[in-house]
């Protein structure tokens, strides 16, 4: 059975850190592509960071560039989103997606989301 279950999330003031994690099981962890999307109330979900099966290429949204930062641990088949300098704009449940297209087959999962809100 696939499992991706986030934690981490929390209400944090501005400026601010949090660190989301993401714990995966039922699949092979390592061949997935994994990322980090959030959705904000009234707003389409939105791609926060993707990271590359072993790690050595990252991508983030424009609008987190610099402030958030994905990894990856294969051998705890765990994904990571560490977010400093947090603004009221990064209120939104966010959501972990493992992604893989094998012999024409796309598997995509994701996880059910944790909470992140930044407020005074």
């Known amino acids: 059975q696939v499992q991706l279950v986030e934690s981490g999330g929390g209400l944090v003031q501005p400026g601010g850190s949090l660190r989301l994690s993401c714990a995966a099981s039922?699949?092979?962890?390592?061949?997935?592509?994994m990322s980090w999307y959030r959705q904000a109330v009234g707003k389409e979900r939105e791609l926060v960071a993707a990271?590359?099966?072993?790690?050595?290429?990252?991508k983030y949204a424009d609008s987190v560039k610099g402030r958030f930062t994905i990894s990856r641990d294969n051998a705890k088949n765990a994904v990571y989103l560490q977010m400093n300098s947090l603004k009221a704009e990064d209120t939104a449940v966010y959501f972990c997606?493992?992604?893989?297209?094998?012999?024409?087959?796309?598997?995509?999962?994701w996880g059910q989301g944790t909470q992140v809100t930044v407020s005074s």
């Open positions: 039922g699949f092979t962890f390592s061949r997935y592509a």
């Open positions: 990271i590359t099966i072993a790690g050595g290429s990252t």
């Open positions: 997606n493992a992604r893989r297209v094998a012999d024409l087959t796309h598997y995509n999962y």
